[in-house]
């Protein structure tokens, strides 16, 4: 491992997030260790946490990392919900917006070059996506509504022997909510994929064919 790459991996544990360091490093180790050409795509980044796991995988194999996210925060984040933070509304406009925060985040860490943004819903730019993905990140919205969205717009996209990891997947509704145990189940029962070891909710899956 290289001091950059350890330089990387630290700040994407010292960055704001949701990721257990585990499950950090379980996704860091799953881009490096991805066997085919292309770049590593996330649909859901918030203040940029995982994207600086995958950097760091992704400086090491000379590849980019792409971030899908519209930066208007899921469900959850908003007036009223649980993890909502008045810090993060924009007062111009009356809305969320984490973007400010990931572009601190990967400036910071230094990770500008390896890391491209693009700000959108990801339905929004999958039929523009053509380049086969060696690893796509799952972890947008929770909803069973824009799960479901975000697996059929972008699983197809990933190429043949590309790995697809799905977090905060909880078979038990008591731990979590279901809609990404979902996309899980039927990403699986569709017989186009292995399953590869896990860590915590993080779910590791391999495309066959």
Known sequence: MTPATTDLLAAAEAAPGFMPPEEGRALYEAARAAAVPGPLLEVGSWMGKSALYLAAAAREAGRQVVTVDHHR?????QPGWEY???????????????????????AEAGAEDVV?????????????????????????????????????????????GGTLAVHDVFPD??????????????VLASGDFEELPGTGSLRLLRRLR
């Open 73 to 77: 925060g899921s469900e959850e984040h």
């Open 84 to 106: 909502h933070d008045p810090s993060l509304v924009d007062p111009a406009v009356g809305r969320i917006d984490t973007l400010p925060r990931f572009r601190r985040t990967i």
């Open 116 to 160: 491209v943004a693009v700000v959108t819903r990801s339905e929004v730019l999958a039929p523009l996506w053509s380049t086969p993905l060696a690893l796509l990140f799952l972890d947008g919205s929770h909803t069973e509504e824009s799960a479901r969205r975000d697996q059929d717009a972008w699983v197809a996209k990933l190429a043949v």
């Open 173 to 186: 509704p008591a731990d979590g909510g279901q809609a990404p145990f979902g996309v899980y189940t039927r």
